[in-house]
């Protein structure tokens, strides 16, 4: 298709009010600046909707639908069907397998720095082979035909609607895509609005002419409502695990498709529930973890967005040595967004009763990052039911300290049996290098030796994970960091490590690399981390969440967010 993308909004609504969600689902690219898609991110059908996005995400989707063809072509292979159709006509045996349309405005943007040709392949093999699997795209741009698209004609030739609108009449006279008699018709698109539609396959004898229905935003905005209706009465498993991502945003804790699904359960799991849940294929809604064992209380903490069609970024505490983590960086709205996501996604995991809570808080007072963690300790901790602690106060790190080193001596006094049955306990402290009692002190040698407080500290990093007991503490920088931190003996006890920008210098001492000091290469915006899992070599770039919110799909602040998942759970409270 071409000229102006004002018709894609009637598509998706038409198509949406004429299939339900477990009927048809919608992939929404959006490269240019996200301004057409993004209301959609609320449609019901919407799976993906990916605003402003960079060609690599655009490209990961077509990867995610080559994935989901293959998939379905083996369900077809196993229920002795060849295609979509005979599947449906044979009572869909294999599972409900709804249609799926993708609609990408700005098509051409799918292949600016592929140099290996990856989008072309992709587009060939969907418009190929996609709609005997049930999978249909349209395709919008201002003009046919792209810079770097390779395989034009075998693409363009398994496209059989065609739609053209007012174009210059240098790209009128250029088409092969219509005839003369189309490319005639045309020409007298001179208003936005009319059109010439072929579904032929370009056949000159095929073309009708017309008008594109306008949508006005207020009426889209109440058929939208009216779908959002409508979808309230179906099962959850009818409705897609949407995944919505903003090229320049930071992404909206309650768009994590994980996170919901969860939180629709209106129950909290067991752990065999958990662990289900978390063994499954992420195709079938799961995490894909295949060594989750509930014997471990295992917890997933989700710290933001990948930057791909399904990537979530997370990091799971186990009761084993160095289940730790430290987040470090300068950018301090993303580092207590990160913070409030973690004891958010622990709230979501288990009962109350098997997960306690312990915050200090030593961020400074009227920043605008500052109030985040007490609004997850008072609006979703307490309210569900949690045991929780949460104090600003410097002076009272002594008391929590001793109070958590007498839990440990406990827990190392207990048979097997006993500690499984003891709650895990989450210890979420900022800033401690602006508490003096906790800064490391020069020692005889001319090197910095634990304080007494930071000993104690000490013994918690070290001896505490095995015992359920598990700190999560973040810094503003390095230099922060080890002054009450040993860089070499405490530090390994940190399995679990989230840096954003820092120096190279920091970057090899945190991360053991030079990839942190790389993280905002393409700009400012979006801010990114990365996550490293050091018992397993793995690290993940991604976008984290930010106590500020930013973008256009941010209806909501994180604070607000944290207010809809606290009033979800508090409403399971009632029920325990």
Not at 19 to 40: A, C, M, T, W
Request: include cysteine; aromatic fraction near 8%; hydrophobic fraction near 40%.
């Amino acid at each position: 298709p071409s000229g102006n993308i004002g018709r894609l909004p009637v598509v998706n609504t038409r198509a949406a009010f004429d299939n339900s969600p477990d009927e048809l689902r919608l992939y929404l690219i959006d490269g240019k600046d996200g301004v057409e898609f993004q209301p959609y991110r609320h449609l019901p059908h919407a799976e993906v909707v990916s605003l402003r996005s960079s060609p690599e995400l655009s490209r990961s989707v077509l990867a995610k639908l080559i994935a989901e063809k293959e998939r379905r072509n083996n369900i077809f292979a196993q229920v002795g069907v060849n295609d979509y159709t005979s599947y449906r006509v044979n009572g869909e045996t294999g599972g409900k397998l709804p249609r799926i349309l993708l609609l990408v405005d700005e098509y051409q943007e799918l292949f600016e720095g592929d140099k290996d040709g990856i989008a072309s392949n992709y587009l060939l093999q969907l418009s190929q082979q996609g709609r005997s699997a049930g999978i249909h795209m349209l395709l919008a741009s201002q003009r046919f035909g792209a810079a770097g698209m390779l395989n034009q004609t075998g693409i363009f030739g398994n496209i059989h609607l065609r739609l053209a609108m007012k174009m210059t009449k240098a790209d009128v006279e250029s088409l092969v895509e219509f005839g003369r008699r189309g490319k005639a018709l045309i020409a007298t698109c001179d208003l936005p609005g009319k059109i010439v539609v072929n579904d032929k396959g370009g056949d000159d004898a095929a073309n009708v002419t017309g008008k594109v229905a306008y949508l006005y935003p207020t009426h889209r905005d109440e058929l939208l409502q009216t779908l959002n209706d409508k979808a309230e009465t179906l099962p959850d498993d009818s409705l897609p695990r949407r995944v919505v991502f903003d090229g320049k945003a930071q992404p909206n804790l309650i768009d994590n498709p994980y996170l919901t699904s969860l939180l629709r359960r209106h129950t909290w799991p067991t752990a065999q529930e958990l662990e289900d849940f978390a063994r499954d294929a992420v195709e079938t809604g799961g995490l894909g973890i295949v060594d989750w064992f509930y014997a471990e209380h295992p917890r997933v903490v989700w710290l933001g967005q990948q930057f791909n069609v399904r990537g979530q970024a997370m990091m799971v505490f186990r009761r084993r040595v160095s289940e730790n983590a430290l987040i470090v960086g300068s950018a301090n709205a993303a580092r207590y967004g990160m913070l409030a996501a973690s004891i958010v996604s622990l709230s979501i995991n288990t009962k109350p009763v098997e997960t306690q809570f312990v915050i200090l808080d030593r961020s400074i007072s009227g920043s605008l990052w500052s109030g985040v963690l007490q609004v997850a300790y008072a609006s979703v901790l307490l309210p569900a039911g949690f045991v929780a602690e949460f104090s600003r106060e410097s002076a009272k790190i002594e008391d929590i300290l001793n109070t958590l080193i007498s839990e440990l001596d406990k827990r190392r006094d207990m048979n097997e049996d006993d500690l499984a049955s003891v709650p895990s306990i989450f210890v979420v402290m900022t800033e401690l290098d602006r508490i003096e009692a906790m800064r490391r002190k020069p020692d005889a040698y001319g090197g910095l030796a634990d304080s007494p407080l930071g000993e104690k500290l000490r013994r918690l990093y070290f001896e505490g994970s095995p015992l359920g007991i598990h700190l999560l503490l973040s810094f503003s920088g390095v230099r922060p960091m080890v002054n009450v931190i040993d860089e070499r003996r405490g530090l390994v006890n940190f399995r679990h490590r989230v840096a954003l920008q820092m120096s190279e210098d920091e970057s090899h001492t945190f991360a053991r690399n030079r990839k942190a000091s790389q993280l905002q290469l393409e700009g400012p915006l979006p801010i990114c981390a990365l996550y490293l899992d050091l018992e397993s070599d793995k690290s993940i770039r991604f976008k984290p969440y930010s106590s500020e919110s930013s973008g256009v799909t941010q209806d909501e602040s994180l604070v607000d967010q944290l207010l809809i998942i606290g009033n979800e759970l508090a409403g399971r409270s009632d029920s325990l």
